[in-house]
């Protein structure tokens, strides 16, 4: 349930307008400043030393988990649950503070590169969130629909005009995602964007017709219409 509505979450931020063919490149536009923060909220606190105080309530918190759960993976269960339920009701502060705790429990929670890879795109740190979700993909590469969100990162980095993402990287990891689940109705509409950014608006239309077989509510209808203004529907079912 919590990656589903994840997956909802992460396309609606990561899609952009299509007023042109192909974005254009960011040229000298200045970055945005960096919003000051407590180090328990930045991810994996700035991979940065703790301070005393961050130290000693992490120790804190691992003692309690483990004096009240039979084990530490029953802890990242549950407290995973609860930072996906905050990064749903977009409390990133929160979410961070508690993906970072999962991380010490379980440097190798799966949940906690994904969660803060998630958090890292919609902060604006693209080049963050590939490493993070690179890493929760090597740790488990079955997770088709964290690879959906690491393509739709990279997608954006291309739309950006970033050197973080091309569309041959982006179709790559798509295509590895419906070999996994041929269903995943997301990932069929971001090949969809794909194909219209690199011109191809039959296939364009085939992908988006897959979309809309796998999962009717998960079709974008205003890019529906954008393509339509490229190339009529060759089904004739969307005008």
């Not at 795109?121 to 979700?133: P, T, V, Y």
């Not at 590469?141 to 997608?155: E, F, G, H, N, P």
Request: charged share 25%; aromatic share 10%; net charge neutral.
């Amino acid at each position: 349930m919590k990656r589903v509505l994840l997956l909802c979450l992460i396309s609606m931020a990561g899609f952009t307008a299509f007023s042109q063919t192909k974005p254009a490149a960011s040229s000298a536009a200045a970055a945005p400043e960096k919003p000051v923060r407590a180090a328990k909220y930045e991810v994996l606190y700035g991979s940065k030393p703790l301070s005393k105080a961050d130290q000693k309530e992490l120790n804190e918190f691992v003692a309690s988990c483990d004096a009240s759960f039979g084990s530490r993976a029953e802890a990242v269960t549950f407290f995973a649950e609860r930072a996906w339920e905050y990064i749903a009701s977009a409390r990133l502060d929160t979410a961070t503070y508690r993906f970072n705790l999962i991380s010490a429990l379980d440097p190798n929670s799966v949940d906690a590169f994904w969660g803060l890879g998630v958090i890292s795109f919609q902060r604006g740190d693209n080049d963050l969130a590939i490493r993070l979700l690179n890493k929760g993909l090597e740790l488990d590469s079955t997770q088709s629909m964290m690879r959906v969100d690491y393509a739709i990162v990279k997608l954006d980095c291309y739309q950006k005009g970033q050197d973080c993402g091309t569309l041959d990287e982006v179709e790559t990891e798509l295509k590895h995602a419906l070999a996994q689940d041929p269903k995943n109705a997301n990932a069929w509409m971001k090949r969809c964007q794909v194909a219209y950014y690199k011109e191809n608006y039959e296939l364009a239309w085939t992908y988006f017709h897959e979309a809309r077989m796998a999962d009717i509510l998960q079709l974008d209808l205003n890019f529906g219409s954008l393509l339509a203004a490229k190339m009529p529907d060759p089904k004739g079912i969307f005008k």
